[in-house]
């Protein structure tokens, strides 16, 4: 059986500083989607969608909550999120929002399945410094869509740092889920990381820009960098359908039928000395009982 991931990018705008009526948003849009689109499995919004923020140039107005409106896990807007995802039988990755976790505040992405769980948490392990002050996340995380494949969860400025698609690949992930809030003049190269993070680890790469205060230019990129979907700027929604075992035959006979990147590492490059990661891929592989690793 073919392994289909039916799904929508989200290039929505939240309503500024205001979170109930960004909930409100949301839980439309989100039922009007699969309204619209009934065989839809996964739906992706941008980065800290649900926080509501407005525009970096313009503070809230008086009386309006703080910028990091912290949410715990289990909580409130969690258990909203898990009742919407059971009611509509679909995947939500509602882009991130601000967790309160043990050590302070997270910009932290979940993933809710159909049956309503959280199947996966994942705190944004590069925020964007100097501006973004929140806590940074320590673990890479993938997920299971059951049935169909492996998902993995990176936030916006995690893209700049190949080490962060390349450990979600390596942990197995197919098709990386990259909700983003880029705003700023270097969205032309994150299009570029998209495509080349895609290339590198033979993965689909979704990343989903908000249309306001964002950039827009929602992309969708197939695990040899070829463009499957870009959005221009304001509101859109990008309907795609991802053949997960296109990664499969890519890894198998190489991107356009020549470059074996995984093959060529596990046959000649286990024992290569990487210093930068303190050892190499055999290495790794052995783990600390020096047994073969995952």
């Keep these: 059986m073919p392994r289909l991931l039916p799904l929508i990018a989200v290039q929505s705008t939240p309503v500024p500083?205001?979170?109930?009526?960004?909930?409100?948003?949301?839980?439309?849009?989100?039922?009007?989607?699969?309204?619209?689109?009934?065989?839809?499995?996964?739906?992706?919004?941008?980065?800290?969608?649900?926080?509501?923020?407005?525009?970096a140039m313009a503070p809230p107005p008086a009386g309006a909550p703080p910028r990091q409106v912290a949410e715990t896990i289990p909580g409130p807007l969690t258990d909203r999120l898990c009742a919407l995802a059971r009611e509509l039988d679909v995947w939500l990755v509602p882009g991130s929002f601000y967790e309160r976790g043990e050590r302070g505040v997270h910009n932290t992405a979940i993933a809710v399945a159909p049956d309503g769980t959280i199947r996966a948490r994942y705190r944004k392990v590069f925020p964007w410094r100097p501006?973004?002050?929140?806590?940074?996340?320590?673990?890479?995380?993938?997920?299971?869509i059951d049935g169909i494949g492996r998902a993995g969860l990176m936030i916006c400025y995690d893209g700049w740092f190949p080490e962060v698609a390349r450990h979600l690949a390596w942990m197995g992930a197919e098709v990386i889920l990259q909700?983003?809030?880029?705003?700023?003049?270097?969205?032309?190269?994150?299009?570029?990381?998209a495509r080349a993070n895609a290339i590198v680890n033979h993965v689909f790469v979704v990343n989903a820009n908000a249309g306001s205060p964002g950039f827009g230019s929602t992309i969708i990129v197939d695990p040899e960098g070829h463009e499957l979907q870009l959005a221009g700027?304001?509101?859109?929604?990008?309907?795609?359908?991802?053949?997960?075992?296109?990664?499969?035959?890519?890894?198998?006979?190489?991107?356009?039928?020549?470059?074996?990147?995984w093959s060529q590492l596990a046959d000649q490059g286990a024992d290569v000395p990487l210093p930068l990661y303190g050892g190499s891929l055999a290495a790794a592989r052995r783990g600390p009982s020096g047994a073969p690793g995952g």
């Design 131 to 144: 501006w973004e002050k929140v806590i940074p996340g320590d673990e890479f995380v993938t997920f299971e």
């Design 233 to 261: 700027q304001g509101e859109a929604y990008l309907t795609e359908v991802l053949d997960l075992d296109a990664v499969t035959r890519v890894r198998t006979h190489g991107s356009v039928g020549m470059n074996r990147m």
């Design 17 to 55: 500083w205001d979170v109930e009526a960004t909930w409100a948003k949301y839980d439309r849009e989100v039922r009007g989607l699969v309204a619209s689109f009934p065989g839809t499995r996964l739906i992706l919004h941008p980065e800290l969608f649900l926080a509501a923020l407005g525009s």
């Design 179 to 193: 909700p983003t809030l880029t705003m700023t003049s270097d969205r032309p190269q994150e299009l570029v990381l």
